[in-house]
C-alpha cells in the first residue's frame, strides 16, 4: 500500500510539474472539451490588487460559454473573471459582480483582449483587436484578494477546481500579461508582454492534463 501511494504521488508530481520558461512566440493549445485540463498560472509577485491591466490573446471557434482567465481566491469566488458568454459578448467579473461589453461577432480570428481597472473610480475599460469597447463601473472601492489561484482553460466554481467541461476553453492562449496598475490600453496594441505579475516572456505555470505547447501560428 505505501509503495502504491508513493507512485501515485510521483504521478502526480511529474505531471503538474512547475515549468518557466520564455513562452514568447509559442502558445499554449487546449485541443478539446473536457474538465481536467488546465494550467495554473504562478505570478511573480502576490498582493492585493487595487487596479489591474490584463492582456491576451486567443483563438478558439467555440460559440458556447467558455472562461478566458479565471484567478480565485479562498474567501472569494470569480474574484477575477474573464468569460465568454457567447460570440461577441465579453463578461468582466471582479468580486463576484459582473459586467458586459459588446464587441465583434465573428468567432473564427484570433483575439487581442485588453482590460484594465481601477478601485477608486470603479472603471473597467475593454479592448479588442485595438478598438476600444467602451468603459463600464464595476466594483468601486473594492480590493482584489492577493493569495489567489490563477487558471487558463477552466472556469473555479471553487478554489482551485470544480470545473465544468461545458465552460472550459478549446482552443489556443498565448502573450498573456497582467499588471498591478492600469495602462493606456491603446499603447497595447502590439504589444502584451511585460507584466509585473504575469508576463508571458518569463512565465511560470504547471500544466494538468491534455495541454499542449506548440510554436504560434499568428504574429
Known amino acids: 500500500m ?73 474567501s472569494q469566488d470569480n474574484e477575477l473573471l474573464l468569460f465568454i458568454e457567447k460570440t461577441g459578448e465579453y463578461q468582466l467579473y471582479i468580486g463576484n459582480s459582473r459586467v458586459s461589453f459588446n464587441g465583434p461577432s465573428s468567432p473564427y480570428n484570433p483575439r487581442h483582449i485588453c482590460v484594465s481597472w481601477e478601485s477608486a473610480s470603479g472603471i473597467a475599460e475593454f479592448w479588442v483587436d485595438g478598438k476600444p469597447l467602451g468603459r463600464k463601473g464595476i466594483r468601486k472601492g473594492y480590493t482584489v484578494g492577493a493569495d489567489a489561484k490563477i487558471i487558463l482553460g477552466q472556469e473555479q466554481d471553487s478554489f482551485g477546481g470544480n470545473f465544468d467541461a461545458k465552460q472550459s476553453f478549446v482552443g489556443e492562449i498565448w502573450d498573456l500579461s497582467l499588471w498591478d496598475r492600469v495602462l493606456p490600453l491603446k499603447d497595447m496594441c502590439g504589444c502584451c508582454d511585460g507584466g509585473n505579475v504575469l508576463d508571458w516572456k518569463t512565465l511560470q505555470y504547471e500544466e494538468n492534463g491534455y495541454v499542449v505547447t506548440k510554436p504560434s501560428l499568428w504574429a
Open 2 to 74: 505505501e509503495k502504491l501511494l508513493l507512485g501515485t504521488l510521483l504521478l502526480s508530481i511529474l505531471s503538474a510539474s512547475v515549468t518557466q520558461s520564455d513562452v514568447k512566440r509559442k502558445v499554449l493549445i487546449f485541443p478539446q472539451e473536457s474538465a481536467t485540463a488546465y494550467v495554473s498560472l504562478i505570478p511573480a509577485v502576490r498582493k492585493p490588487l487595487q487596479s489591474f491591466t490584463l492582456c491576451l490573446k486567443s483563438f478558439t471557434d467555440l460559440t458556447r460559454p467558455y472562461s478566458l482567465f479565471s484567478y480565485n481566491t479562498r
